[in-house]
């Protein structure tokens, strides 16, 4: 199952800083910042659970994340995933001369990951590196 035409927003969260405090490559910073918040309704059109891990797509890139449901809705079409590098794959690098991305506002598809995994930090930096 597949949703098209959401806008993705990503921004800093109090989970993903506190988890920060431990590590960057800890298990606790992959479950703060490896997730994608969907609206409760469109979380029902996926036809999955929480947690399963969804592929994220923009036209800058793709990434694999947890799904959870916003608790703070409803914001129907929008998603959020929290900064950190598994967002980092998707924004869009050009900073229009301000030295900073656009981290807000972006096209995105989501697909239900029927296989595979969420890769911590040091795996998706590798991935990286190697492609």
Same mark, same amino acid.
């Given at each position: 199952m597949s949703l098209n035409n959401l806008i993705l927003l990503t921004g800093r969260t109090i989970n993903q800083g506190v988890a920060l405090e431990g590590g960057k490559t800890t298990k606790e910073n992959v479950r703060a910042a490896a997730i994608c918040t969907f609206d409760k309704d469109d979380f029902k059109k996926l036809d999955c659970l929480v947690g399963t891990p969804?592929?994220?797509?923009?036209?800058?890139?793709?990434? $694999? $994340?947890y799904s959870t449901?916003?608790?703070?809705?409803?914001? @129907?079409?929008?998603?959020?995933?929290?900064? *950190? @590098?598994?967002?980092?794959?998707?924004?869009?690098?050009?900073?229009?001369?301000?030295?900073? @991305?656009?981290?807000?506002?972006?096209?995105?598809?989501?697909? $239900?990951? +029927?296989? *595979?995994?969420?890769?911590?930090?040091?795996?998706?930096?590798? +991935?990286? +590196?190697?492609?």
């Open positions: 969804v592929k994220v797509i923009t036209d800058h890139g793709e990434v $694999v $994340v449901i916003s608790e703070e809705g409803p914001h @129907p079409g929008i998603i959020f995933i929290p900064m *950190g @590098p598994w967002a980092n794959q998707l924004v869009n690098p050009d900073s229009q001369a301000c030295g900073t @991305p656009t981290y807000k506002g972006m096209k995105a598809k989501v697909e $239900v990951m +029927r296989s *595979g995994r969420v890769l911590d930090a040091l795996e998706l930096m590798k +991935r990286l +590196r190697e492609a």
